[in-house]
């Protein structure tokens, strides 16, 4: 290949993903056909961890995780930005060069795949405070969109977190004692494929009127490894406020994403945090003095030479005037796991008593209230992973316990709730118990099925539970009660923020104006009409914003790539194509559609090619990435369709013919170009960072990689559309 003239500039932004496996599918008891991740159409649904799993994996593909230098690559870059902006401020002349931004949306989707009903949606919401006296004003986190304020009860919306170095959110705290300040914890804790690690501990005064962000606040802590930090690559789970005094805070930490469960940066301490429970006693004070004490809930795990311990604890309560009781989760790992209790939080040396043991690798969440006084008056809930056997419903994983004396003691597993998780109960179980009565419960689940739910409602303690989850979007994270008035409940889930009037037997979406929490995967655009665009987004399907800037859902599923025909065309007759998710021996390939605009989820309006669908040459055995590259190279009538597994894939008519046009690869396409003035001239980069390339056109492709490239999976290749010789990659 003498004549291969490619300038190569390789700029090393992506750090490592593993790629997909060749995973068996097995199929999962618990599936449903309202699981708004999974198209009905599957015939072989993938079990819900193993397809999150997967997700995760593809998506630290495009991010570059987990990286292993001995910074946060992220937060270096915005700290940068921010010089630079503060540069451009002084210089006008130069911001007249910059691009100006507008928001396109959606906000909201408008056609959620939602039980029962069609309702507006947003992205995954995984927790929410209300304000202790004004049930209508509500912060709401976001996975990785930021923080929300409402002051009118979900009318309107507020972004109050674009200046955190993080918008991945994990928890949200009113000081009750002031309910102006916020405590934000970053991070997201579901323990799932895409849930990120944040930045630390955030602290925002004036919440409620002019936000102003204290933090990222992530201090160095004395433990028996010198140099460790708080929060340091992890998810913060729960953060607990002293009611009397703002100054004493708790913050639970668990694994997030930077690789999965205990895979975070290099796999080191320091560099990485001691999981577990963290105090301080001075939280309101300036941002450079503020302290943290690591406790002691349980040693096992600890990292020698530390005996503080080394564990996801995904929730804590503390019990209604009583500071110094706490009870908290730990999803252990070996017999640390279930319930611990202490009765001396602010003690130089808490202890913690584990008063539920469960099995390893089981998430809980807990719920409490305190009706009455005595031993008696405190009452908890867990909602539990564990088997739903000895429950009234068995299908499935997921159980409710109770304690009646503030958790010192737990029940069996009660009758009712059995399943309610289905087979993700380490990404759906909330509940909450309401602030006025001790025997009504609102039980979050993943979607509808023999024994699992969207949401469950009981008003007899848990005996037994009735399905309230009509109008509701898959896959519950967080369900809170307004403290001021018990028939007002929010909830946040794969699509959003949802409110109840009616104690959570009725909900509406509030998915409104301002709340913008769509993850986008993928972005495509109309040659000629360039408001008309569709995108893949996460458990939202694949989206359009219409050539009169509308928005809408234009078909179902975990949307991935997208892709519009280049030749132009009426909108309402544009060819557009978009992935769904991919896995070996189930399904691999995408849907495409002529109608436009104007298509509609499903069959007719989108047709499915490829293994699982009408089938064109794509083989099902294939090693494939979860959002399989797919790009649009030149070519009239119709462009040519590319298609990436191992092998690259071509098509001259719209994908109803794939011709394999490479050799098999040693590991997943990760990316694909194609030049923009030459059809012949391709380039691949692989999963394990290899980098591929023809000019003529022909198989096999041969290899370009950098000298100087690292073994980490590239995050994208691309030509330059004016000139053929030279190409990026990332």
């Known amino acids: 290949m003498k004549n291969f003239l490619f300038s190569i500039l390789f700029f090393v932004v992506c750090m490592l993903t593993a790629y997909l496996s060749n995973a068996q599918t097995r199929v999962d008891p618990a599936a449903s056909d309202d699981d708004a991740d999974i198209p009905s159409f599957i015939k072989n649904k993938p079990a819900k961890d193993a397809y999150l799993k997967a997700r995760e994996d593809n998506i630290n593909t495009i991010r570059g995780l987990p990286w292993t230098l001995p910074y946060n690559p992220r937060v270096k870059a915005i700290n940068e930005m921010k010089i630079q902006e503060q540069k451009n401020a002084l210089n006008r002349s130069f911001l007249v060069q910059s691009p100006s931004w507008v928001e396109l949306g959606p906000s909201p989707i408008p056609n959620g795949q939602t039980q029962g009903v069609v309702n507006a949606v947003s992205g995954r919401t995984v927790c929410i405070a209300i304000h202790p006296t004004n049930p209508s004003m509500v912060y709401v986190g976001t996975a990785n969109g930021g923080i929300y304020r409402t002051v009118d009860g979900g009318t309107n919306w507020t972004q109050i977190f674009d200046g955190g170095q993080s918008l991945s959110i994990g928890a949200l705290a009113i000081s ?376 809408f859902r234009v078909d179902f599923g975990d949307g991935g790539y997208a892709a519009i025909d280049q030749n132009g065309g009426a909108v309402n007759a544009t060819i557009m194509y978009h992935t769904y998710f991919n896995q070996t021996n189930n399904l691999i390939g995408f849907a495409s559609t002529i109608l436009g605009e104007t298509a509609t989820e499903g069959s007719p309006s989108w047709k499915l090619y490829g293994c699982g669908g009408t089938a064109n040459g794509i083989t099902c055995s294939d090693a494939t990435l979860f959002y399989a590259p797919l790009v649009l190279g030149p070519g009239s009538p119709v462009n040519n369709v590319y298609f990436g597994t191992n092998k690259l894939y071509r098509s001259v008519d719209t994908g109803i013919v794939m011709t394999v046009v490479s050799q098999t690869m040693a590991t997943t396409i990760s990316s694909i170009a194609i030049s923009k003035q030459n059809d012949n001239v391709r380039i691949v980069g692989l999963s394990n960072g290899n980098v591929f390339a023809t000019v003529t056109g022909v198989s096999p492709l041969i290899a370009v990689t950098p000298p100087i490239a690292a073994a980490r999976a590239v995050g994208r290749v691309a030509i330059d559309p004016t000139n053929a010789d030279v190409a990026y990659v990332t």
């Open 176 to 551: 009750p004692s002031n309910p102006s300040t916020l405590f934000v914890g970053t991070g997201e804790a579901d323990l799932s494929a895409d849930s990120y690690a944040g930045v630390g501990l955030y602290r925002i005064d004036n919440a409620d009127v002019a936000p102003t962000l204290v933090g990222p606040i992530n201090p160095l802590v004395t433990t028996g490894i010198a140099n460790t930090s708080a929060f340091s690559a992890r998810a913060i789970s729960k953060i607990l406020v002293d009611p009397a005094n703002g100054n004493n805070i708790y913050v639970s930490t668990t694994s997030a994403q930077i690789g999965n469960p205990g895979g975070a940066p290099s796999g080191t301490i320091p560099i990485i945090a001691l999981k577990g429970i963290y105090r301080s006693t001075n939280a309101l004070s300036t941002l450079g003095s503020i302290a943290f004490t690591k406790l002691t809930v349980t040693a096992t795990g600890s990292v020698a030479p530390d005996v503080t311990g080394n564990t996801n604890v995904t929730d804590m309560v503390m019990e209604p005037g009583n500071p110094d009781n706490i009870t908290c989760w730990v999803y252990g790992f070996t017999s640390e796991g279930g319930i611990w209790h202490t009765t001396n939080a602010s003690a130089i040396t808490p202890t913690f008593t584990q008063t539920l043991a469960i099995a390893a690798s089981i998430r809980g969440s807990l719920t409490i209230v305190q009706q009455g006084t005595g031993p008696s008056s405190v009452v908890l809930y867990a909602a539990t992973g564990e088997s739903a056997s000895g429950t009234s419903c068995t299908t499935g994983s997921g159980a409710v316990r109770k304690s009646r004396d503030g958790g010192v003691t737990w029940s069996a597993k009660l009758q009712g709730g059995g399943g309610f998780c289905g087979g993700q109960c380490f990404y759906d179980l909330p509940i909450a118990v309401s602030p006025v009565d001790s025997l009504t419960l609102l039980l979050g689940g993943s979607a509808l099925g023999t024994c699992s739910s969207i949401m469950k409602r009981s008003t007899d303690a848990s005996a037994t539970f009735i399905d309230k989850g009509n109008g509701l979007h898959a896959d519950e994270h967080v369900i809170a009660f307004a403290p001021s008035d018990a028939t007002i409940a929010y909830t946040g889930n794969d699509g959003g923020i949802f409110k109840s009037t009616t104690g959570g037997t009725t909900w509406n979406s509030i998915n409104t104006a301002g709340f913008s929490a769509t993850q986008f995967q993928s972005i495509a655009v109309h040659p000629t009409n360039t408001s008309l665009t569709i995108g893949g987004t996460q458990d939202n399907g694949t989206n359009a914003i219409k050539s009169d800037n509308s928005p």
